[in-house]
C-alpha cells in the first residue's frame, strides 16, 4: 500500500486513500484540501489585534440561549429538563476529557471529542461552549497543537459558565419535584 | 417481512450514535411521537450485533455518520450486504461534503434512504419523517 501512494504521489496526485474508505482518514484530508472559511490560516499569530472596533459584542455567541433546545424537541417542559440534566452529566466528562487532550496536544482526539461536544452543547443551546469546540475541532484537524492547547485552557470555564446557568434554570422550575 | 407491503402504524426504530446524548434527544423526541420501540447502539458494529440478535429488523433506521470503529459509510455497506429492507435515514455534525457522500453511497448500495440532515434533526423533521415513510 505504501508503494502505491508513493507511485500516485509521484504520478502528481495530491494525496491518497485506500480502501475500503474510512470517515476517519478522509476527513483530516477533506480539512487540508479543502478550502474552510470558518477556520482561519493557522499561520494568522492569535494575538493580532481586532482592528474593526465592532468585532466584539454583537457576534458573541449567547452562554445559555434557553430557547434553542425547545426549537429542536419541541415544548415539552419535563423532556426539556430531563435532556438539560443528561447534557450537564455528560458534557462535564466531555469538556474534562476536552481539556486534558488539548493540553497533551492530542490532536486526533480533540477533533473527536470537541465535535461531539460541540453539537451536544449547540442542541442544548450553550452556544458559548459549541462555538468554542468548533474553533477546537478545526485546530485539531488542522493538526495544530499550540492551538489546541491555547483554546482547550478556556475549556473548563465555557463549561461552567453554561453549567451555573443551565442548573440555575434546572433549580427552579415552574414544576420540580420538592426535594429532587 | 417486507415493509412495503406491512407497514406499521408506529414503527420500531434503531438509533445509531456514538454519542449518548445524541441518543438521548432522539429517543426523547421518537417516545413523544409515540414510538417506544427503540434500539440503541453506539456504532455501526454494535449495531451489527444488535440487529443479529432481533427477530424482527426495524422498520426505520437513524444512524450518524461519523463513529469511531465502523462509521456511518462502513456500516451503509454491511447493511446492503445483509439486505436490509427497512428505511435510513442519516444525520450527521460534519460537513455537507461527508453528508452528501455517504448519501451517494447509501443510495448507491440499493438502500432505501428517507433522507440525511445535519443535526440535531428536529422534531419537525422527524415527525415528517414518520408521516411520510
Known amino acids: ?180 | 417481512m417486507n415493509p412495503h407491503t406491512s407497514h406499521k402504524l408506529i414503527p420500531s426504530v434503531m438509533v445509531v450514535d456514538d454519542d449518548a446524548f445524541s441518543r438521548d434527544v432522539l429517543q426523547e423526541m421518537l417516545a413523544a411521537q409515540g414510538i417506544l420501540d427503540v434500539q440503541t447502539a453506539d456504532n455501526g458494529r454494535s449495531a451489527l450485533r444488535v440487529l443479529e440478535a432481533m427477530t424482527t429488523p426495524p422498520d426505520l433506521l437513524i444512524c450518524d455518520v461519523f463513529m469511531p470503529d465502523m462509521d456511518g459509510i462502513e456500516f451503509m455497506s454491511e447493511l446492503a450486504k445483509r439486505q436490509y429492507r427497512g428505511d435510513v435515514v442519516l444525520v450527521t455534525g460534519v460537513d455537507v461534503e461527508t453528508l452528501s457522500l455517504a448519501r451517494e453511497i447509501a443510495a448507491g448500495q440499493g438502500l432505501r434512504l428517507l433522507g440525511s440532515f445535519t443535526k440535531p434533526l428536529h422534531r419537525e423533521v422527524l415527525a415528517q419523517l414518520l408521516a411520510t415513510r
Open chain 1, 1 to 180: 500500500m505504501q508503494g502505491e501512494a508513493e507511485r500516485c504521489r509521484a504520478a502528481g496526485m495530491d494525496d491518497y486513500l485506500s480502501k475500503p474508505l474510512r470517515l476517519q482518514d478522509l476527513r483530516p484530508m477533506l480539512a487540508k484540501w479543502l478550502p474552510n472559511p470558518a477556520s482561519p490560516p493557522p499561520q494568522q499569530p492569535p494575538e493580532a489585534p481586532q482592528t474593526s472596533p465592532a468585532a466584539v459584542a454583537p457576534g458573541e455567541p449567547p452562554v445559555w440561549d434557553s430557547l434553542a433546545l425547545s426549537e429542536i424537541v419541541g415544548t415539552n417542559l419535563a423532556m426539556q429538563q430531563r435532556l438539560l440534566a443528561k447534557y450537564l452529566v455528560s458534557a462535564r466528562a466531555q469538556a474534562a476529557s476536552l481539556h486534558r487532550a488539548a493540553q497533551a496536544q492530542d490532536t486526533p482526539t480533540v477533533t473527536g471529542l470537541a465535535h461531539t461536544l460541540k453539537s451536544a452543547s449547540r442542541t442544548v443551546g450553550a452556544m458559548a461552549l459549541g462555538a468554542l469546540c468548533q474553533q477546537l475541532e478545526a485546530a485539531g484537524a488542522a493538526d495544530d497543537g499550540p492551538l489546541c492547547t491555547t483554546l482547550g485552557a478556556q475549556v473548563p470555564a465555557a463549561f461552567m459558565q453554561a453549567e451555573t446557568k443551565i442548573a440555575a434554570a434546572l433549580r427552579f422550575p415552574v414544576s420540580t419535584p420538592v426535594g429532587s
